[in-house]
């Protein structure tokens, strides 16, 4: 089993920045993929980030340039940066483990205003 625990959301104007944080219960390392997807009212989730085990990362189109994913495996993180915020990027973004299964951290709200 994985515990996720995300922090770091919060509000923020257009154009700034935040980094989230997704601290995981168990070694990273021994972690197939991890993720971070959000979700906007009325949309469905989506992969936003991810990076592998071995550290191949990929980013949806519409945050390549602007956000990172990153991992501190000595402390079972990974993070989101993200810069140049956008109005649409406001969401609930959520932290995802693969291993064995599928699991999701509790979830942060990121709130960009215009």
């Known amino acids: 089993q994985v515990q996720l625990v995300e922090s770091g959301g919060g509000l923020v104007q257009a154009g700034g920045s935040l980094r989230l944080s997704c601290a995981a219960s168990?070694?990273?390392?021994?972690?197939?993929?991890m993720g971070w997807y959000r979700q906007a009212p009325g949309k469905q989730r989506e992969l936003v980030a991810g990076?592998?085990?071995?550290?191949?990362?990929n980013y949806a189109d519409s945050v390549k340039g602007r956000f990172t994913i990153s991992r501190d495996n000595a402390k079972n993180t990974v993070y989101l940066q993200m810069n140049s915020l956008k109005p649409e990027d406001t969401a609930v973004y959520y932290c995802?483990?693969?291993?064995?299964?599928?699991?999701w951290g509790q979830g942060t709200q990121v709130t960009v205003s215009s």
């Open positions: 990076i592998t085990s071995r550290g191949t990362t």
């Open positions: 995802n483990a693969v291993y064995l299964s599928y699991y």
């Open positions: 168990r070694s990273i390392l021994s972690i197939n993929f």
